[in-house]
Structure formats: C-alpha cells, structure tokens
T-cell receptor, first 116, second 119 residues
Framework: AQKITQTQPGMFVQEKEAVTLDCTYD???????LFWYKQPSSGEMIFLIY??????QNATEGRYSLNFQKARKSANLVISASQLGDSAMYFC?????????????FGSGTQLTVLP | KAGVTQTPRYLIKTRGQQVTLSCSPI?????VSWYQQTPGQGLQFLFE???????NKGNFPGRFSGRQFSNSRSEMNVSTLELGDSALYLC??????????????????FGPGTRLTVL
C-alpha cells in the first residue's frame, strides 16, 4: 500500500497567488516526521519544511507552511505569494520511527508551474 | 557550512561495467543515505550508513553496495551495470541516524545527485 499519496501530478498557479499541494500518508506509528522537498529541473532535492507528529502547531518557514491534520493523516504544503522560481517538482516524504522503515518514503510528486 | 557534495555529477557507462559514486556529507553529519530516482519508480531508498555501519537497506539486488569511511564520506558501487540502472542517484546526510525519534535533527539534506546513464 502507498504510504505517501500525492494526488496532483501537476498544478498551475498564477504568480503572487497562494497554492496548496496535497499530501496524505499512511502509518500506524505514533511518532513520525513529515517533510516537503522541492526538486528543480537541476535535480537537487531542497528541504523546505518539517512537521513532527507530536508538534501541536503547524510548521511554517517563510512563504511555506504545512497544514497538518493528524486525524485525517494529511500534510498539505501551502506556498504563499508564488514566485516564478517556485516552479519545480514538490515531494512529500515521511520517516517513521519503528521497524525497519526508518528511511524517507516519498510520494510521487507534484509538478508545480507558476505562470507570469 | 558547505552542503552535501556528490561526485561525479554525470557518468556514462556501458552494460556490464561497474561504477563507484562518492558522497561527502555536511560537516558534522554522521548519517548518509542513498536514493535512486527514476521516472518509472520514483524515489527509492537504497541504503543508509551511520558511523561506518550499514543500518538499513532497501529492496535492491546485491549488485548495489556501499560503504562509509571514518570521516563519514560514503561511496556506493554498482557492479554489472544494466540498462535499468540509469537513474539519478541522490545522497543525503543527516545529523543523527534513524534509530532516534523523529525530530528536526533527523532532516535529510540532499546533494546535487549523480546522473548515471547506462548504454
């Protein structure tokens, strides 16, 4: 079964507008971390934001915020005031604590295009 | 602080050859993980090293191997290359290994990747 689901293969947003990228996850662990990464066409994975399963407040990092809904197992990324440089592939990832699945498990990604 | 570096950035090999990729983690980071990224399979975990010990391994054949040195630098080796090994190989480092709890110190920072093409 998919542990990380990103249902939007591609998204378009107008420059300066906000956009939400969806991510749902599946785990039976109580302790886990959720991550968002950005991958431009150059290939490098750039860390954006982290949310711990026990964190009560939604994480924010500059224009990025994570809408964490634990009961729904949802960790959506919100990018405010989109810029042309935000055009990239975005990956949601999870790291569980128990068992052998301690590596990052990635979703299939969402290709975001910011339109001028 | 310098980021994760990977060498070489690009590599072209032919089937049957072997290849060694190198990764230098962020200074002070002791955990290094390797991932393979392909259009068909997405990002898949290869293995993780912490303090020179392989702590976790993904579902890849034995042709894929790795090691970590005392300075935390890591290498991965692929022997008897196949066409399907063509991929972007990403290395990531983190401050702690994955045996601890999930916290911001376990965030993995990635290098620019090595793009391997097998002809």
């Amino acid at each position: 079964a998919q542990k990380i689901t990103q249902t939007q293969p591609g998204m378009f947003v107008q420059e300066k507008e906000a956009v939400t990228l969806d991510c749902t996850y599946d785990t039976s662990d109580q302790s886990y971390g959720l991550f968002w990464y950005k991958q431009p066409s150059s290939g490098e994975m750039i860390f954006l934001i982290y949310q711990g399963s026990y964190d009560e407040q939604n994480a924010t990092e500059g224009r990025y915020s994570l809408n964490f809904q634990k009961a729904r197992k949802s960790a959506n990324l919100v990018i405010s005031a989109s810029q042309l440089g935000d055009s990239a592939m975005y990956f949601c990832a999870m790291r569980e604590r128990s068992g052998s699945a301690r590596q990052l498990t990635f979703g299939s990604g969402t290709q975001l295009t910011v339109l001028p | 602080k310098a980021g994760v570096t990977q060498t070489p950035r690009y590599l072209i090999k032919t089937r049957g050859q072997q290849v060694t990729l190198s990764c230098s983690p962020i200074s002070g980071h002791r955990s290094v993980s390797w991932y393979q990224q392909t259009p068909g399979q997405g990002l898949q975990f290869l293995f993780e090293y912490f303090s020179e010990t392989q702590r976790n391994k993904g579902n890849f054949p034995g042709r894929f191997s790795g090691r970590q040195f005392s300075n935390s630098r890591s290498e991965m080796n692929v022997s008897t290359l196949e066409l399907g090994d063509s991929a972007l190989y990403l290395c990531a480092s983190s401050l702690r290994g994955t045996s601890g709890g999930s916290s911001s110190t376990d965030t993995q920072y990635f290098g620019p990747g090595t793009r391997l093409t097998v002809l």
